[in-house]
């Protein structure tokens, strides 16, 4: 998908929602907090949102809310996701004539101070403005860019907070991942625009690894672009299941394709990589103690 293509599908989706629409991320209060470097929302745009919306619903147990607006083009509509009631992502629809958008995409957004700063701040880097800032009421100030690798990065300031700092439960977004042709690079770009402390990963032996952090805690990884012909520097956002094989086998009832399945080996955590029924890829993380799973439901 080309720059310009996501440009077109990101300001159709903003039109989509409208504006007042959107679900603050946050209760409204006076003394509602920010975590910049935190990720607290994400989008999906896709050609198929009905499609989504059930696979995404009968994988991770998510309420889905429909919000519809009439414009002078038409009644478009935005899918509000919810785990437990509390939002956590949406779902747009993107134009079907752009030939060069196959897939639905994931795109995460992070917690900044000043948007505009953050484009400022990209821009000087060397990447592009994708969707320029658009002020939502109830929501706040978003954009998305693109970083010198062509990897879709949304940044957000909310006007009601963020979600606090809690243990992520089954069916959060819960770790974020940049593969990067240049790691080393890529850090210094994203500690520029959104204040991450680029950190070695002592967790791993291999080379170029990194822990992008805030506020003293891990958000994000930064791996290595895996050494592929069709390999393409990106983001891949993960959502907590309680067991990961079985959430697999699931993706398969759905309708969805398993890309890396889960190893069988017992470490801190299992992952899986997943496609939704509409091409968009996904990551499945089990937390938990090495050996010990967590109590099946």
């Known amino acids: 998908m080309s720059a310009k293509a996501l440009g077109l599908i990101l300001c159709g989706a903003v039109a989509t929602a409208g504006a007042a629409d959107f679900p603050p991320l946050s209760d409204t209060t006076p003394t509602a907090e920010h975590f910049p470097g935190k990720f607290i929302w994400a989008d999906l745009f896709t050609v198929d949102p009905a499609a989504a919306q059930a696979f995404y619903t009968g994988l991770f147990g998510w309420e889905a809310t429909m919000i519809e607006r009439t414009t002078t083009s038409g009644t478009h509509p935005y899918i509000v996701l919810a785990n437990g009631g509390e939002?956590?992502?949406?779902i747009a629809r993107r134009p079907s004539r752009l030939p060069e958008a196959v897939h639905g995409r994931w795109v995460g957004y992070v917690s900044v101070p000043d948007v505009a700063k953050a484009l400022a701040a990209a821009t000087a880097a060397g990447g592009r403005v994708l969707f320029p800032a658009k002020d939502l009421p109830r929501r706040g100030t978003q954009a998305i860019l693109a970083d010198p690798e062509g990897a879709e990065l949304g940044v957000l300031h909310s006007s009601s907070g963020d979600p606090g700092e809690y243990a992520s439960d089954t069916g959060d977004f819960v770790w974020a991942q940049l593969f990067a042709s240049d790691p080393a690079a890529e850090g210094r770009f994203c500690a520029s625009v959104a204040g991450w402390e680029?950190?070695?990963?002592?967790?791993?032996?291999?080379?170029?690894?990194?822990?992008?952090a805030s506020g003293g805690y891990s958000r994000a990884g930064m791996v290595p672009l895996p050494p592929r012909p069709q390999a393409k520097p990106g983001w891949l956002l993960f959502i907590r299941v309680k067991?990961?094989?079985?959430?697999?086998?699931?993706?398969?009832?759905?309708?969805g394709r398993?890309?890396?399945a889960p190893s069988d080996v017992p470490t801190e955590y299992w992952?899986?990589?997943?496609?939704d029924p509409t091409g968009a890829v996904i990551g499945l993380v089990q937390l938990q103690e090495a050996g010990k799973p967590e109590e099946q439901p």
Do not use: E, Q, Y
């Open 87 to 90: 939002p956590v992502a949406g």
């Open 198 to 212: 680029i950190l070695p990963d002592t967790r791993s032996d291999r080379p170029n690894v990194f822990v992008l």
């Open 243 to 255: 067991d990961v094989k079985a959430a697999a086998a699931k993706v398969i009832s759905l309708g």
């Open 258 to 260: 398993v890309l890396v």
């Open 271 to 275: 992952r899986a990589v997943v496609a």
